[in-house]
């Protein structure tokens, strides 16, 4: 029993493990699920006992707003945490049982800019992140990044300390194009300066059940993701008003508002699934 429990904590197999994971939900559009991916996979951690952290790195502030906080508000933020190396405890705030956020607001729009036009002060501009979540890691089972839909220093800093990115899809037609691309700057980015990022996987969203011009674009996303040997998740999310209604009126994203019922919400159950039952056998690869 004893020497289970110590293989326990050396494998980090324990119920009660810190599992130090980070993920960043990406890409390089907007209005795709970047948001609503970040907390509602934050709603099914938190509902599974873990402990999450959300690090929202977008200047939207939108992870906040999705739990009807007003990130204004804060006036402790990622940007101060970044730029001027206040510790990341003064800036986290609870959001919701076993949910706290490191908050951006709009100053974070301006962390590109004073990082390049200080780099005698900051002369490590892609590893701001990673000092700060060092820091905290130990607090915390998951770290889910919320990402600002650009490339940039910010995601430069993200990817620098992410374990794994999701990566969202809205099957619209131009939507390959631009999935290729994250993908190759990833794939160099990785090379360059994490070699052991990895991509968790590929995920539809809005998808409308009854576009055949969305499931062809699906389909289409499926093969080129299986001929690269990179991760398409089984689970779609799908388009629905309800969803967006969540956020707007119940001021919680729609995992903690619904049951599990809901096919929309199970889909979130599954892509928790997809996403961190594959971790052990990735990480440990
Ligand atoms: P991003 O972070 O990529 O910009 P969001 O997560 O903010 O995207 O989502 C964009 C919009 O879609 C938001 O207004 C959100 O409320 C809405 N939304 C979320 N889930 C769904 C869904 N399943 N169907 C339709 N709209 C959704
Ligand atoms: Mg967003």
Redesign the pocket.
């Known amino acids: 029993m004893k020497n289970t429990i110590i293989n326990d904590i050396i494998t980090n197999r324990g119920s009660d493990r810190k599992m130090e994971k980070v993920i960043a939900?990406s890409?390089n559009?907007?209005?795709?699920?970047?948001?609503?991916?970040?907390?509602?996979l934050a709603g099914v951690l938190a509902r599974e006992g873990k402990k999450v952290l959300i690090i929202d790195t977008?200047n939207?502030g939108?992870a906040a707003i999705?739990f009807g906080k007003n990130p204004d508000n804060y006036e402790v933020t990622l940007y101060d945490v970044l730029l001027d190396g206040i510790h990341p405890n003064k800036a986290i705030q609870n959001l919701y049982e076993n949910i706290d956020i490191l908050p951006s607001n709009d100053d974070m729009g301006f962390f590109e800019f004073d990082v390049v036009s200080q780099l005698n002060k900051y002369n490590d501009p892609l590893n701001l992140l990673k000092i700060a979540i060092d820091l905290i890691k130990e607090n915390y089972d998951v770290i889910i990044i919320?990402?600002p839909?650009n490339l940039g220093l910010v995601l430069g800093n993200v990817l620098k300390v992410s374990n794994e990115v999701v990566i969202?899809f809205q099957p619209e037609v131009y939507s390959m194009r631009s999935l290729q691309k994250i993908l190759k700057q990833i794939s160099d980015f990785k090379v360059q300066h994490n070699p052991s990022l990895k991509v968790s996987g590929v995920i539809g969203?809005?998808v409308d059940g009854r576009s055949s011009l969305h499931s062809q674009i699906l389909q289409e996303c499926r093969r080129f993701c299986f001929e690269k040997d990179i991760t398409m998740f089984e689970t779609i999310?799908?388009?629905?008003?309800?969803?967006?209604?969540?956020?707007?009126y119940e001021k919680l994203p729609?995992i903690l508002v619904e049951n599990r019922t809901n096919n929309?919400i199970n889909?979130y159950y599954d892509l928790y699934e997809e996403v961190f039952n594959r971790w052990p056998e990735k990480t440990e690869a």
């Open positions: 939900v890409t559009k907007g209005g795709v699920l970047k948001t609503s991916i970040t907390t509602n977008d939207q939108n999705t919320d990402c839909p969202p969203t809005l999310i799908p388009k629905s008003v309800r969803f967006a209604n969540a956020v707007a729609a929309l889909a």
